[in-house]
Structures are given as C-alpha cells and as structure tokens.
C-alpha cells in the first residue's frame, strides 16, 4: 500500500519518519508499505492537479496531512492563506485520495474549541465555537473533509513539540538558560503534546489496518493537565536550567490579536478505546525529547 505524507519537514512530518524508520530496524514491525514524504517543494496541495497526478501516478491509498498553516497570530491578517492551506488544500487531498479510494487522515486542533467555556476535557461531540482565524480554518478544514464524503480520521490535538523546527519547548529551554526571569501565563491550561507519540499511534493505526470501519473524528495529547507555566517549570526542571525564575502572569499581559483557548483538556476516551492504545503521561514525553534534543545539539 502507498502511503503520502504531506508536510514532512514540519514537526509531525519529520516524528512520521522516525516512525518509520523504526520499524524498518523492528523485524516484528517492518512495515511492508510505501510511505512517500513530501513537502512543498515536491508537491503543493493548494494545487489540485498537481495532487490529483500524485495520489494518480503513485496509486496512493492513504494520505497523512501534517501539512498546515499554524501561526496563530499572524493568521488574523493572513486570513486568505491560512483558509487556503487549512481547508480549500485540505479538500484537494480528500477529492484526490476519495478518487482513488483511499483514506485521509488529518490533523485538526484544539483551536476549534476557542470560546468554549467550563473545564471539562473537550469531548469529541461537543460543538466547536472557535474564536480566531486559525480555529476557524482548521474547522473550515474538518467541515471540507465531511463535505468530500472521502473516508477520513481526524486527529484533534494540542500544544504540539518536537525536536524540530520553532515550538514552545525549544523557545524555553533557550530562554530558561539564558535569562534570569521569565513571565509565563497560568490561565490557560492544556496539555502538551510530544509529536513524536502522535505519529507512532497514526503509524501504527496504518501499520495494523485499523482505518476500516473506524473512520470519524479522535482527540489526541499527552495524558495529564498543565498551564503554560506549568510546563516551563518543567521544561526548566528538566534541562536543569535552575537559574532563571520563573513566574506566573495573566494572559492579558501579553496582548494578542486572537482569544486562546483558556481550557482546552481533551478528552482522549474515544482514541485509547477504539485502537487500544496506551498514551503516555506528559512529563514522560517531555523528558524523551529534551533527552533527544540534548544528544543531537
């Protein structure tokens, strides 16, 4: 089976190819299937036809979308592209791959539940109410998928992090060793999640053919709930970067042009349920991959 990945230089694109090449050192997890890794420079999604030649050409049954406009703020004055690359590509890969009849597996984002209110952790059902540009794209993405009618699983997730590229966990541990006071905002709380763990789950739902019959939306994180503060105490603690003090502040302390979600826990009963699945506690995984980043630096 062909399997496409798009956005493969990104976080979850890069974590999709450890997975990979995991299995291919795991003789009991060799996978026997083609997994092809594009970026923009080999295909772009806005493009249809170029999309529809790829999924065409390389008889692609599986599409992995890691592919995605993910600035938040900026995505309030850059509305065309943000809609352009979080729902109208979107719909170019579930046309294409429904063509085929293949399968779309998407990440989406706890953004959808912007203005939601209270704190209990988002179920899959609750109604989406985002509250900014990026929320409503990447929603605007899920409702293009539904509308293709292509077999599709979605993956909801939150704070994202890896070894690669521009995110929170490389940002603070740059800042917590060189700077000897940090504000950091205690009144929104989530739960981080370390890519690499979402990309095994979605490898290994391929991997055991377990797509059939269970298409539909999932959340995805880390297990456990933390504040932004919380988890740059960790991150410090971890790193050993013991000589910056940290401190909690409001969210209004930082202007932006966009409402965050203040309580966005997702509630991962349906994921671990349907694919038996174990999903590892946040401080977990957070140590992995600061161990990773310090013995590749």
Known sequence: MNILVTGANG????????????????EQRATHNTYHFTDVSELDITDAEAVAKMVRDNDIKVIVNCAAYTNVDKAE????????????????????????DGTLIHISTDYVFGGSIGNTPRTEEEPANPTGVYGETK?????????????????????????????????MLS?????????????????????????DTIFGIIEDGKME???????????????????????????????????????????????RPSYSVLDKTKVKETFGIHIPYWTDSLRKCIQNINNHA
């Open 11 to 26: 976080q979850l694109g890069n974590c999709m190819r450890n997975s990979v090449e995991k299995a291919s050192h795991n």
């Open 77 to 100: 004055s850059d509305r065309d592209f943000a809609e352009l690359l979080n729902a109208k590509a979107v719909r170019n890969l579930a046309d294409a791959v429904k063509a085929n």
């Open 175 to 199: 800042l917590t060793s060189t700077k000897p006071e940090l504000k950091v905002v205690f009144d929104q709380v989530g739960t981080p999640t370390y890519a690499q763990d979402l990309a």
């Open 213 to 259: 019959g269970n298409e539909g939306i999932y959340h995805y994180s880390n297990e456990g709930v933390c504040s932004w503060y919380d988890f740059t105490k960790a991150i410090a603690d971890i790193a050993g970067n013991h000589g910056c003090d940290i401190q909690p502040c409001h969210s209004d302390e930082f202007p932006s042009p966009v409402t």
């Open 139 to 171: 929603l605007n993405g899920e409702r293009q998928i539904a509308d293709s009618g292509v077999k599709a699983l979605i993956f909801r997730t939150a704070w994202l992090y890896s070894e690669y590229g521009k995110n929170f966990v490389k940002t």
